[in-house]
């Protein structure tokens, strides 16, 4: 069965830090991934999403940047955070090639300060 | 573009009582895929149940089901015999095609859903 991990759960930065989040995907080939970012009390806004190795899509660029250094690793990084990065980040993957559905990590909770 | 429109910010319920939580969606796809998913409060989204445009029969996952009305562009979740813990956050989300070959998803606003004892 397929698994996705995500971390680290919990991050608290200064404003200005640097940012890496990491997420995996076991027991599949090839899936699609996604990154999005929720806002306390908001819905879901998709930053990036890949579809291979090194094929990144942007929805949101801002000062954030992601990654795909391998099939099943998706990085999202940022330079310099703003107050305006809080918020919790969910990683997804659905099967590549079109698969429908989306299935979520545990999920990073950020807080700049 | 397409949209998706959850108008209920919060709805209560009676443990072991049925609730409806509503959703619309705009769209000028022929196909398209309708979800819900609920997010605890640990903040994990979970996927909860799948409608195809296609799919003729509303979607059941145990004591969840997807009432869906194509005419009226509606995907309301129908959860019975609601328990305490179904107390959570729950969002609808659509499927849209992109240029690259895969699908992106948006996503409601939420609706908060509180079970009482």
């Known amino acids: 069965s397929q698994t996705i991990h995500q971390w680290p759960a919990t991050l608290v930065q200064p404003v200005g830090s640097p940012l890496s989040l990491e997420c995996t995907v076991e027991?599949?080939?090839?899936?699609?991934l996604y990154w999005y970012r929720q806002a306390a009390g908001r819905g879901l806004q998709l930053l990036f999403y890949?579809?291979?190795?090194?094929?990144i899509s942007s929805e949101v660029p801002q000062n954030l940047s992601a990654s795909r250094p391998q099939d099943r690793q998706f990085i999202l990084s940022s330079k310099k955070l703003l107050l305006s990065d809080s918020g919790f980040y969910h990683c997804?993957?659905?099967?590549?090639?079109?698969?429908?559905?989306?299935?979520f990590g545990p999920g990073t909770r950020l807080t700049v300060l | 573009a397409q949209k998706i429109t959850q108008t209920q910010p919060g709805m209560f319920v009676q443990e072991k009582e049925a609730v409806t939580l509503d959703c619309t969606y705009d769209?000028?796809?022929?196909?398209?895929?309708l979800f819900w998913y609920k997010q605890p409060s640990s903040g994990e989204m979970i996927f909860l149940i799948y409608?195809?445009?296609?799919?003729?029969q509303n979607a059941t996952e145990g004591r969840y089901s997807l009432n869906f009305q194509k005419a009226r562009k509606s995907a309301n979740l129908v959860i019975s015999a609601s328990q305490l813990g179904d107390s959570a956050m729950y969002f609808c989300?659509?499927?849209?095609?992109?240029?690259?070959?895969?699908?992106?998803?948006?996503f409601g606003t939420g609706t908060r859903l509180k079970v009482l004892a």
């Open positions: 997804a993957w659905s099967v590549g090639g079109g698969g429908d559905t989306q299935y």
């Open positions: 027991g599949t080939s090839n899936p699609n």
């Open positions: 890949s579809v291979g190795i090194g094929q």
């Open positions: 769209t000028s796809d022929q196909s398209y895929g």
């Open positions: 409608q195809g445009s296609y799919d003729e």
């Open positions: 989300a659509m499927r849209e095609d992109t240029t690259s070959g895969t699908y992106k998803y948006i």
